[in-house]
């Protein structure tokens, strides 16, 4: 895992892609710090980490990009699969090297509050400051994660590179999309039929096995109709629920008022491990074709 | 050492191998021969853990490569098609990278690096992109990849495709070298060279092995040692007529001429007969000298070409 992160790490500051991510990210947050900071006085610095977060939809997809698809494409996986890592250690090492390269980023950023603390006079807010930056490194990491699963799924950097930049945008006008979602009982119904109907054809298109996928159709029709006729109550807003778990967003604005609370931080940990397993799923699904 | 038990693979409803079974012994070069698409590449695929395999079981030292992939991976050095190389490296942070990813000891990494570089000559290049190498250079250094950390067997699929004429035979006596302290399965469609190489052959035609023996043994079986070619002083007419009147000869047929004076005869005789006595008393009575003579082997290619086109008529 070790020799991957450091070949990985390596590659990305052999090439453009480490000093783009570097340089673009410290540029608009010098932009956001000298106009919300310097310019006009305002001596609290977590505002500009929450006006940061878009920039992961255009940085992220370039940074995850060629993780995994280039080795599918140079076919130097067959270099790492036939060696004794494990498949796991290989996409950890590569998930975290796209991770250090954030962190090489957010720690020159630190620069800044540094820079405030001159002037400040009754000095700076720091824990609030350390707060804010856990929050936005966990949430970095959730979105690189969403970034490393797209690009296991192709050979191409510049398809692996759109899906992330779409998906992530899909996560980024949730919380809109969350707000004007119908919240009666029977949408709600209609929504949680379509989705168990989607998990019923990954089953059949993934497994091909009609007896596996018929019993999961009836398990989820159990379940549905059983939800329905004893607890009605679960269906209100229930669209509205179900897309909220998917909201990396939202769960940032309690670090960006400088409160650092259990819940967003095993929800982001426990999201980056998830996209981090479908990606190691996916990979070992390869041999199988 | 390797047992390939049963392999099967499919590709959707496509059969790519078809229960393959075959066993390599420690110290043996097992040379893979087929056309393009003949499943050779995956069955390579399969032995080193790269793909799985639908039906079967490959054990190396009676471990399975799927229950136990890490020790059997450790026992492997693998050259596939294309050389997997990281072209934004130097063939000596390459060769590192893989070093560790093999898990080669610190104390033992120089040394092993050292050698291999010396055995491809490569060492000229070692501080240079590998992007920037040419063709031969990059097949080489994959084949070095392969060697790190001296693993017990080697499997290369077509270790001398993009090589110049020099580099080939260089490298065909590497591997024969290499035969000595490893057990090799290579893989190619040149037959000469597997007749070169390689202490056993295993040809392989659309997933199915069709034939395996020793080259000599292949040639031999197949010998057709009821077909005689022989050059004769004097003229055409003359040489088939008496050819023609010896006893158990089905055949004479002229080839053409390649001396001066002289005439290329076929001579085909009845099978499990041999002829050459009739035939050299037959041209010495008739006073036309015999300057040649020599049975017919089949050479690979023609073996080959046979068993895949009897195989066609059997299906």
Redesign the interface.
Known sequence: M???F??ELR?YF??PIGFVFVGFFILIAGVFFAISNLLSGNPTFTGVLSSLTFIFLFLVPILTMRLISEETR?????????????ITGIVVGKYLAAVGVFVITLLITVLFPVIMSFFALLGLGWWEILGGYIGFLLMGCAFISVGLFFSSLTDNQLIAAMETFAALLLIWILDFVAQSVPSDPVSGLVFLALLGVGLVALVFFSTRNTAAAFVSFVLAAAVVVLLFVFSRSFFTGLIAKILSWFSLVKRYSDFGMGILSLSPIVYYISFSGAFVFLTIRMIEKR??? | MIQVENVTKKYGQRLAVDRLNFAVNRGEILGFLGPNGAGKSTTMNIITGYLSATEGSVKLDGHDILEEPQAVKKQIGYMPELPPLYVDMTVRDYLSFVCDIKGVPRSRRKDSMERSMEMLKISDVRGRLIKNLSKGYKQRVGIAQALMGTPPVLILDEPTIGLDPQQIIETRNLIRDLGREHTIILSSHILPEVQAVCSRVLIINRGKIVASDTPENLSRGMTADNRLSIRVAGAEAEALAVARRVPNVLKAESVGSREHGTVDLVVEARKDQDVRRDVFTAFAKADLPLLQMKSMDLTLEEIFLNLITEEKEVS
Not at chain 1, 74 to 86: A, E, F, G, N, R
């Open positions: 070790l020799a991957v450091r070949r590659a052999a090439s140079q076919k130097t996986d067959q270099l790492l699969i036939t060696s004794p890592l494990s041999r199988w074709v």
